[in-house]
């Protein structure tokens, strides 16, 4: 006996149409091709497919046969169980005349991979590329050539947002190692923590509650301020993730969603996010206007320079450093950084008298100035737009928040919106920087210097307002001798 040939099974399809009528084709005729094409290629009618497009109503032609062959390509077998793996017609234009019909058909037959379809002429290769000689196939083939890249631009999308879960490295608090699973008793710290900042709680006193509770950080550290902060403003609580500071969206501007469990709703996370992006940069108060946190301690420290000549009859000029001196009046020295610090070491005077003598010098520099100018325009014009906006910023979430609009109408919008917000902030800062230079330089400014409605930094800001340095001269000679003012030299700005 011989061992039989693995059976490849097929349909065989037909159609009576008014052409089929006219040129004496029928069902019989092709079925009978259909035969004679799979012997050739060794394959095996297991059923027949017979549709009459002259029997049905003219106006909605029903291929009964048609659907269910197309629902057994899909499955891959018929319904009493029978594997199918193709089909053999006379010709394409014989499976029907509709193009959306061809279309669930190539769709049905290539489910799978290796499906075969073959006419009189022979087999042909629907996963082909090549769709130019393929007549009406080819262009359901191109069609569906669209959907397979929307597929993959869909699978692209998801590996992104799978990017998301950081490799290597610590996993987020709340997570577990695998960076998707929560770690439950941590999620709940930060569903709690996130929920109070939407509440309206400061964030120093939800770190409070952190601390004494022991909650610690994933490098087993105490939770501090900027850390806390950071983690209930992570997009990561509610499925999202940012990619250089901007949320990662797909082509509509809605957020990709990831595939880690979450805290909280994206809902509650844009709640978050406008309570936060509300409290501007670091080193920018609420209004706008600038805090220097690296400013030094002392009045002039940056300002005064060594005036000593060294050995080659060039002047020191290194950067004097203030230093605290219990033995001195005022309690501090400005002196010159030693040879090792790059200084020469030679200069050293007492701290408050320079600051007082050159207190007196700037203040009437800055009198002197101010007299001879108008006060420039204080008030910055973009208050009202910024204000509108925010609100309606607001007002917006808000609707989203409440379902009464689509996320396809919320992001672009919110996200258009947010990018004027910042360019109306930036310019704020902008505008109150020069303010706080220009508007500060006023007759009244001896009065709120002395007054003490400065502070160090606003001072120091004044003072290089009108000071590029002041050179300090040596004494001279030996031992201690009276201040001098005459061996301050200040540089002034034009
Ligand atoms: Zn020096």
């Known amino acids: 006996m ?109 489910y799978e991979e290796g499906r075969l379809y073959a006419d009189a002429r022979g087999s042909k290769n629907l996963y082909s590329e090549d769709v130019e000689s393929m007549g009406l196939f080819g262009v359901v083939i191109s069609k569906m050539e669209v959907r397979k890249m929307q597929r993959r631009a869909r699978r692209s999308h998801r590996a992104r947002a ?27 710290w930060l569903a709690k923590g ?30 501090a ?51 936060f992006s509300a409290r501007v940069g670091p080193n920018t108060k609420a209004d706008g206007s600038v805090t220097d946190y690296r400013t030094p301690s002392y009045l002039l420290t940056g300002i005064l320079r060594c005036g000593k000549p060294r050995e080659d009859g060039q002047i020191c000029n290194s950067p004097l450093r203030a230093t605290a001196r219990a033995d001195l009046s005022g309690g501090y020295l400005y002196q010159c950084p030693s040879k090792e610090m790059g200084g020469c070491g030679g200069t050293g005077r007492n701290g408050a008298k320079i600051d007082e003598s050159i207190t007196e010098a700037v203040l009437s520099k800055l009198e ?10 204080a008030v910055w014009g973009g208050e009202e737009e910024l204000a509108r906006l925010m609100a309606k910023q607001r007002k917006l979430l808000q609707a989203w928040q409440e379902d009464q609009v ?11 919106m947010e990018a004027r917000v910042k360019e109306l902030r930036a310019d704020r800062t902008r505008h109150a920087l020069s ?29 290089r307002e009108v000071l590029q340095a002041v050179l300090v001269l040596p004494v001279g000679g030996g031992g201690r001798r009276p201040f001098n003012p005459d061996l301050l030299v200040p540089k002034w700005r034009d």
């Open 2 to 110: 011989n061992e039989a040939a693995p059976v490849i099974p097929v349909v065989s399809y037909a159609r009576i149409s008014a052409d089929t009528a006219r040129d004496g084709h029928g069902v019989e005729d092709q079925h009978k091709a259909n035969r004679e094409t799979a012997a050739r290629l060794g394959w095996t009618i297991v059923h027949r497919y017979t549709d009459n497009d002259l029997s049905a109503a003219k106006a909605a032609v029903v291929r009964p046969d048609f659907e269910a062959m197309v629902k057994a390509l899909k499955s891959g077998h018929m319904p009493d169980g029978q594997f199918v793996r193709g089909v053999i017609v006379v010709a394409d234009d014989r499976l029907t005349r509709r193009a959306g019909d061809y279309e669930r058909f190539v769709d049905a037959l290539t």
């Open 162 to 188: 799978e990017l998301g879960i950081p490799v290597g490295g610590k996993r987020p608090f709340g997570w577990q190692g695998d960076k998707l699973r929560l770690e439950p008793e941590e999620a709940e």
């Open 194 to 223: 996130a929920r109070e900042v939407i509440a309206g709680k400061s964030l120093h006193s939800i770190l409070r509650e952190w601390r004494e509770a022991g909650v610690r950080t994933v490098n087993d550290k105490e939770w």
């Open 225 to 275: 301020s900027r850390s806390l902060k950071l983690a209930l403003w992570n997009p990561r609580l509610c499925g999202w993730r940012k990619h250089n500071g901007e949320l990662v969206r797909d082509a509509n501007g809605i957020p990709i969603v990831g595939l880690w469990e979450t805290v909280i709703t994206p809902k509650e996370w844009m709640a978050i996010d406008a309570i």
């Open 368 to 377: 002197e100035r101010a007299a001879g100018k108008t006060r420039a325009d």
């Open 406 to 416: 689509s996320d396809e109408l919320f992001f672009p919008e919110n996200q258009r």
């Open 435 to 463: 303010q706080q230079r220009a508007a500060e330089v006023t007759g009244d400014v001896r009065e709120r210097w002395t007054s003490g409605r400065l502070d160090l930094a606003q001072k120091r800001t004044l003072i």
